[in-house]
C-alpha cells in the first residue's frame, strides 16, 4: 500500500510540475531562433511592353508602367547603397534598367568580354529551362562594356561561351550613365539594357508567352573599399547557383 501511495504522489507532483511549468511559459514565453532562409519562392512579374528606345536614364514612358525592386547588399561591408532594378519585356526581348547608389565609380575596362566582375558591375541570369544545366549571363559596367555568356553548369562546375555571330538582331543594346549632384560629385550610376530572345536561341525556342515562368537572380558588385555583393536571391558561395535562384513570371 505505501509503495502505491508513493506512485500516486510522484504522479501528482510530476502533474503539478507540467501545470507550473505551463504557466510559466505562459508569462515568460521561451525565445524562439528564426534562421533567416533564403526565399526560393520569390516571384517577380513581368509587364508585357512595346518594344522602346534606351536611353541609359530610364526615360521611356513604358518604364513608368512596371515598380522597382530591390536587391538587397548579401556582404558586410563598409557601403551600404540602395540597388534596384526594373524589367520590362516585348515580343522581342527583355528589358532591364538598375539604378545603383555609388559614390566611387570602380571602372578602368575599356573593352567587351573582360573580366568586368572584378570592377563596378551589374549582372542579370536568366534559367528558361531547369531541365538543363544552362543559363543565359549578362554583365554592364559603368562605362558601358558588356559580358554575354551562356553557362554550362555541371554540379557546381562552370565556365562561360562567348554568342557567335553577334551581331544585328542578335546583339543587345546597352547604355549607362553616371549621376552627379549639383557639385559634381558622384551619386551613382544607371545601367539600361535589352537582350534579344534570338541572342538566347536555342536555349529558348520562342519567346515567352503570358504564364511562362523562368529561373533567375540578378546581381551589382561594387569595389569602394574592397567588394560588396548586391543580389536579389541570396546565395551562399557565389553568383552561380541555380538551386538559389527566383522565379520571373511573364505576364
Not at 505562459?26 to 517577380?44: G, K, L, R
Not at 549578362?138 to 553548369?153: G, R, V
Request: charged content about 25%; glycine content about 6%; proline content about 5%.
Amino acid at each position: 500500500m505505501k509503495r502505491l501511495n508513493l506512485t500516486v504522489s510522484r504522479i501528482m507532483a510530476d502533474y503539478f510540475t507540467v501545470l507550473l511549468l505551463a504557466a510559466a511559459l505562459t508569462f515568460f514565453p521561451v525565445p524562439v531562433m528564426y534562421s533567416q532562409q533564403n526565399d526560393q519562392d520569390a516571384i517577380i512579374e513581368i509587364t508585357r511592353s512595346d518594344d522602346f528606345e534606351i536611353s541609359g536614364k530610364g526615360s521611356a514612358a513604358a518604364w513608368n508602367t512596371t515598380g522597382w525592386v530591390d536587391i538587397p547588399r548579401r556582404t558586410e561591408g563598409t557601403v551600404d547603397y540602395s540597388t534596384r532594378v526594373k524589367i520590362l519585356y516585348s515580343e522581342t526581348g527583355i528589358y532591364f534598367l538598375f539604378h545603383c547608389e555609388d559614390r566611387i565609380i570602380t571602372a578602368t575596362m575599356q573593352a567587351d568580354n573582360l573580366d568586368l566582375w572584378k570592377e563596378d558591375v551589374v549582372e542579370v541570369f536568366l534559367m528558361p529551362d531547369e531541365t538543363y544545366p544552362l543559363y543565359f549571363e549578362y554583365q554592364l559596367s559603368p562605362l558601358n562594356f558588356e559580358l554575354a555568356l551562356l553557362i554550362p553548369n555541371l554540379e557546381g562546375n562552370f565556365l562561360g561561351w562567348l554568342p557567335w555571330k553577334y551581331e544585328g538582331d542578335r546583339k543587345a543594346r546597352r547604355k549607362t550613365s553616371i549621376l552627379t549632384n549639383g557639385l559634381g560629385e558622384t551619386e551613382g550610376w544607371i545601367a539600361e539594357f535589352f537582350i534579344p530572345w534570338k541572342l538566347m536561341e536555342p536555349l529558348i525556342t520562342a519567346p515567352p508567352e503570358s504564364g511562362d515562368k523562368w529561373k533567375a537572380n540578378m546581381y551589382r558588385l561594387d569595389h569602394d573599399k574592397g567588394t560588396t555583393r548586391f543580389s536579389w536571391q541570396k546565395t551562399e558561395r557565389n553568383f552561380h547557383e541555380p538551386h538559389n535562384f527566383g522565379t520571373f513570371i511573364f505576364n
